[in-house]
């Protein structure tokens, strides 16, 4: 005789990350596998957790763990929710910087600066929301097929074709 558990899943989940690059890996893992056992597709999957990194990247870049920690030290927040009609929301929220996170246009060599084109490529639709506490959230509406047609385009460094050295793979 087998005996079968079910186990309710969570459509939403919330962490702590810690304010800085050590938690970004475990919450990424964490919503993958929330996510996939949601029965969510795989390409939103992996839309949702690179947007999940880019947002939690920027917010230990520019903006202030939540609370009254300084820099370096404390939590920002971390959190997703299937909605019935199966689009994902991913938010990070942060205690707020000294600008808001805004698009940018950067050169070709510069080290940063894609990430928000990167969600905007991806994205359904993403925002800003700030709170009477100073606490900023950085949201992104996630849903199957809504990549943009030109995502590589939108994010690639122009001149620079990183399937070149492997053409001679096929």
């Not at 005996?3 to 899943?9: G, P």
């Not at 999940?52 to 929710?81: F, K, M, T, Y």
Request: glycine content about 12%.
């Amino acid at each position: 005789m087998a005996l079968v558990v079910a186990r309710e899943v969570p459509t939403s989940s919330s962490m702590a990350v810690p304010h800085g690059p050590a938690g970004v890996g475990e919450a990424r893992r964490r919503m993958r596998d929330e996510l996939r056992i949601n029965g969510v597709s795989d390409s939103v999957i992996d839309d949702a957790v690179l947007i999940l990194s880019e947002l939690l990247s920027n917010s230990c870049r520019h903006g202030r763990p939540l609370g009254q920690a300084e820099v370096g030290d404390g939590d920002i927040r971390a959190a997703w929710h299937v909605d019935t009609s199966g689009g994902l929301t991913v938010e990070v929220t942060d205690g707020g910087g000294p600008t808001r996170p805004v698009p940018a246009t950067p050169s070709v060599t510069a080290r940063g600066g894609r990430g928000l084109n990167i969600i905007t490529a991806l994205a359904r639709d993403w925002g800003v929301r700030d709170n009477a506490s100073g606490e900023v959230t950085v949201w992104a509406n996630v849903t199957e097929g809504h990549r943009r047609d030109d995502f590589a385009t939108r994010v690639a460094v122009p001149g620079l074709d990183f399937a070149v050295p492997f053409d001679d793979l096929d």
